[in-house]
């Protein structure tokens, strides 16, 4: 199933006014398990550095995670950096109108773009699947980090990720070029580029991922069906949403034996 054209038209219509597209931005992140996590590392992080940081949203997307970063302090300097060009102009407008003079977005490619040691943390949410080049990628981290820079990973594991449920089944995110990383992988990758002290973690245990299809799947398979079924979201959110905040929390708070993402942290 193709997942980026659902969330390139939901950005089209949320983009008119810049309300909306904050109001976007907060459904996300209630929404979206990986939010919770990230945000709850991001907050870790902020706790122990001062001063003005740089940091690179490595595939900013929508640019969720830039406007949550520069919510959270004014001296931290953003760097977003999408291979999509229509996206990056986009953030580069949206935030200029919000006048969020500390955030600039680039048109690159990670398996280039390198700048060496520029970042005090490298946040990469849900990117790294869609990257065959992986441990190209993971070098160009370790050296555009500045020395104990930090970077952030959130993926999906190999205990379900993308919904794919043993090796020979295919991804339910049809971008995915796999379907998902071993905490042995990912951290014997991280260790070949340079990385120390890398701690990787489950999330989406059981109560993660019934959050994801109630508020993820389920809404993304009845849209693919039928633009028209986007009138009932509404109410199916309604009735859906506090049960999805439950999970989300308990999910965020209990330490978990497996699931189907991975939360990792590396420091250079």
């Not at 849900?126 to 952030?152: A, N, P, T, W």
Request: hydrophobic share 40%; proline share 2%; with cysteine.
């Amino acid at each position: 199933m193709e997942y980026d054209p659902i969330k390139r038209k939901l950005g089209i219509w949320f983009n008119r006014k810049p309300f909306l597209r904050k109001f976007f931005y907060k459904l996300l992140d209630i929404l979206l398990l990986r939010t919770w996590h990230i945000k709850k590392e991001i907050k870790r992080w902020g706790k122990l550095t001062t001063g003005a940081k740089t940091i690179l949203d490595a595939g900013s997307g929508f640019g969720q995670y830039s406007y949550y970063l520069s919510s959270s302090s004014e001296q931290w300097n953003i760097t977003g950096i999408d291979v999509k060009e229509e996206q990056t102009e986009d953030c580069n407008t949206f935030f200029s109108r919000i006048n969020r003079k500390g955030v600039h977005f680039e048109t690159g490619d990670l398996t280039v773009f390198r700048k060496e040691n520029s970042f005090d943390l490298i946040l990469s949410v849900d990117v790294m699947e869609h990257i065959s080049e992986d441990r190209l990628v993971f070098d160009h981290f370790y050296h555009s980090l500045k020395q104990d820079g930090v970077l952030l990973v959130s993926t999906p594991s190999d205990q379900g990720g993308s919904d794919a449920h043993d090796h020979e089944e295919g991804s339910f995110i049809g971008e995915h070029v796999r379907n998902g990383y071993s905490i042995e992988d990912i951290t014997e990758k991280l260790s070949g580029a340079g990385f120390k002290d890398i701690l990787v973690r489950y999330s989406y245990g059981k109560y993660g991922q019934l959050s994801w299809r109630l508020s993820m799947k389920y809404p993304i398979l009845m849209l693919n069906a039928s633009k028209v079924l986007i009138i009932f979201l509404p109410f199916y959110y309604l009735l859906v949403f506090p049960f999805c905040l439950l999970l989300n929390t308990l999910d965020v708070s209990i330490v978990q034996k497996s699931g189907t993402g991975l939360i990792v942290k590396a420091i250079k």
